[in-house]
């Protein structure tokens, strides 16, 4: 019996060992810095895209989709469609049209306000935004409490969320930064894809919620851009993000 529990003594120790060996290999983020981009870029990552509203001011998506340096390209981008229960983007119509005729992955997103009507917010974005197959999900823009409870926050984002998945069969991403995401959103929210906001830091979000998509700089620059840009990175293969698009 001994001799039983030191091998499972040794077999838990090995194990730990591993999952720590496991956990330190995820943690570490190689960063080449391009000039072209004028950022660091995190190479880990083979999917890198963009996110933008109307203060890009005029795109050349065409010129965006056609840069590469290296191995690193344009293959998605994010744009704002709406805010709110009555402001849509001025750009947004534009930029998604040109965006998808450029060949890009698009998603189409919404600024969330917890103190305004969650079905009238729904209803603002179903008016602006076709998702079709080949889009990614419709994103839920997350990040200012406007001085409201977790409860409140949680209550009106969950319709807000349920009302597009209901609109688009799909489930929606969350868009957000670790503080607001573990302060007002919690557990709740678990089952929805995040894309995570953590820039100016070396490192991968610090986050035990595991996410799909990392914003990681918002000065970032790309041909047919005349402004910076937010970057991000996607958590898997081109196969992963097809499979995470609208069918």
């Given at each position: 019996?001994?001799r039983?529990w030191?091998?499972l003594?040794?077999?838990i120790?090995?194990?730990?060992?591993?999952?720590?060996?496991?956990?330190?290999?995820?943690?570490r983020?190689?960063?080449?810095?391009?000039?072209?981009?004028?950022?660091?870029?995190?190479v880990?990552?083979?999917i890198?895209?963009?996110?933008?509203?109307k203060?890009?001011?005029?795109i050349?998506?065409?010129a965006?989709?056609?840069?590469?340096?290296?191995?690193?390209r344009?293959?998605?981008?994010?744009?704002?469609?709406?805010?709110?229960?009555?402001r849509?983007?001025?750009a947004?119509?534009?930029?998604?049209?040109?965006?998808?005729?450029?060949?890009?992955?698009?998603?189409?997103?919404?600024?969330?306000?917890?103190?305004?009507?969650?079905i009238?917010q729904?209803?603002?974005f179903r008016n602006?935004?076709?998702?079709?197959?080949g889009d990614?999900?419709?994103?839920?823009?997350?990040?200012?409490?406007n001085?409201?409870?977790?409860?409140?926050?949680?209550s009106?984002?969950?319709?807000?969320?349920?009302e597009?998945?209901?609109?688009?069969?799909?489930?929606?991403?969350?868009?957000?930064?670790?503080?607001?995401?573990?302060?007002?959103?919690?557990?709740?929210?678990?089952?929805?894809?995040?894309?995570?906001?953590?820039?100016?830091?070396?490192e991968?979000?610090?986050?035990k919620?595991?996410?799909?998509?990392?914003?990681?700089?918002?000065?970032g620059?790309?041909?047919?851009?005349r402004?910076?840009?937010?970057f991000?990175?996607?958590?898997?293969?081109?196969?992963?993000?097809?499979?995470?698009?609208?069918?």
């Amino acid at each position: 019996m001994k001799r039983i529990w030191i091998g499972l003594i040794i077999l838990i120790v090995l194990a730990s060992g591993a999952a720590l060996w496991w956990y330190l290999r995820e943690k570490r983020v190689q960063f080449v810095r391009y000039e072209e981009f004028g950022i660091d870029m995190p190479v880990n990552y083979d999917i890198h895209g963009i996110d933008v509203s109307k203060f890009q001011k005029d795109i050349n998506w065409h010129a965006v989709k056609q840069m590469q340096v290296d191995n690193i390209r344009i293959s998605f981008a994010f744009i704002k469609a709406t805010e709110g229960i009555t402001r849509q983007d001025a750009a947004f119509k534009q930029n998604w049209e040109r965006a998808g005729k450029a060949g890009l992955i698009r998603g189409a997103y919404h600024f969330f306000y917890s103190t305004r009507d969650p079905i009238k917010q729904a209803i603002n974005f179903r008016n602006v935004v076709d998702l079709t197959s080949g889009d990614l999900p419709p994103v839920l823009d997350i990040e200012t409490s406007n001085n409201q409870p977790a409860a409140v926050i949680r209550s009106t984002a969950k319709i807000w969320l349920e009302e597009m998945e209901k609109a688009y069969k799909v489930k929606p991403i969350i868009y957000t930064n670790i503080h607001f995401y573990e302060t007002y959103l919690g557990n709740e929210f678990d089952d929805y894809p995040l894309w995570i906001a953590h820039y100016y830091q070396k490192e991968r979000p610090a986050s035990k919620r595991p996410w799909l998509f990392w914003q990681h700089s918002d000065i970032g620059r790309v041909n047919g851009i005349r402004t910076t840009v937010d970057f991000n990175v996607f958590k898997g293969d081109s196969t992963d993000l097809a499979k995470l698009c609208i069918p």
